[in-house]
T-cell receptor, first 113, second 115 residues
Framework: KAGVTQTPRYLIKTRGQQVTLSCSPI?????VSWYQQTPGQGLQFLFE???????NKGNFPGRFSGRQFSNSRSEMNVSTLELGDSALYLC????????????FGPGTRLTVL | AQKVTQAQTEISVVEKEDVTLDCVYE???????LFWYKQPPSGELVFLIR??????QNEISGRYSWNFQKSTSSFNFTITASQVVDSAVYFC????????????FGTGTSLTVIP
């Protein structure tokens, strides 16, 4: 079974630009969550999508948004990039329910210059 | 308030030593789930174990063991006879029933096993 895939793996942008990250979950998984990982803040939950609907949202500004498609693939968008948005963005997929472990992709390393 | 606390930021042990990673959690829910993940230098988070709030039975899997104690809100992880390949950052996480798949992660413990 193929794991969670994320594209691109690395991205370099400049302040003020916007970026779109993509995530393909494990086949059969309908829940996709996004996390931001930085050395200072650790792993922070961004949002979760299930059946094309945002089910949970973390404490991030509105510049961070996402969506999920009917095939469960998900995209995350960050507009008006700031230097502090430089991070590893991790996507995780799982079956629905808080008891299910999440399977993580390799992440997208975003650098904002 | 931090829902998951991993007080140990970095730990170094010599190969073959035992090491315990601490995790303390905070929740008002009666139904919740605890997880341990490993993040090796390659960066990908790897799931290790899940425990639900109704199951305090401790578990051993090879060199790994987990000690879940609701009375102290702790979910500690022990590696016996550590190996160099165990070097990684270990994360403890909490999810609460009724909140979908939102995980609260601790800040991680970086384990270095010295040969």
């Amino acid at each position: 079974k193929a794991g969670v895939t994320q594209t691109p793996r690395y991205l370099i942008k400049t302040r003020g630009q916007q970026v779109t990250l993509s995530c393909s979950p494990i086949s059969g998984h309908r829940s996709v969550s996004w996390y931001q990982q930085t050395p200072g803040q650790g792993l922070q939950f961004l949002f979760e999508y299930f059946s094309e609907t945002q089910r949970n949202k973390g404490n991030f500004p509105g510049r961070f948004s996402g969506r999920q498609f009917s095939n469960s693939r998900s995209e995350m968008n960050v507009s008006t990039l700031e230097l502090g948005d430089s991070a590893l963005y991790l996507c995780a997929s799982s079956r629905t329910g808080a008891y299910n472990e999440q399977f993580f992709g390799p992440g997208t390393r975003l650098t904002v210059l | 308030a931090q829902k998951v606390t991993q007080a140990q930021t970095e730990i170094s042990v010599v190969e073959k030593e035992d090491v315990t990673l601490d995790c303390v959690y905070e929740t008002r829910d009666t139904t919740y789930y605890l997880f341990w993940y490993k993040q090796p230098p390659s960066g990908e988070l790897v799931f290790l174990i899940r425990r639900n709030s109704f199951d305090e039975q401790n578990e051993i899997s090879g060199r790994y063991s987990w000690n879940f104690q609701k009375s102290t809100s702790s979910f500690n992880f022990t590696i016996t006879a550590s190996q160099v390949v165990d070097s990684a950052v270990y994360f403890c996480a909490l999810s609460e029933a009724g909140y979908g798949n939102q995980f609260y992660f601790g800040t991680g413990t970086s384990l270095t096993v010295i040969p």
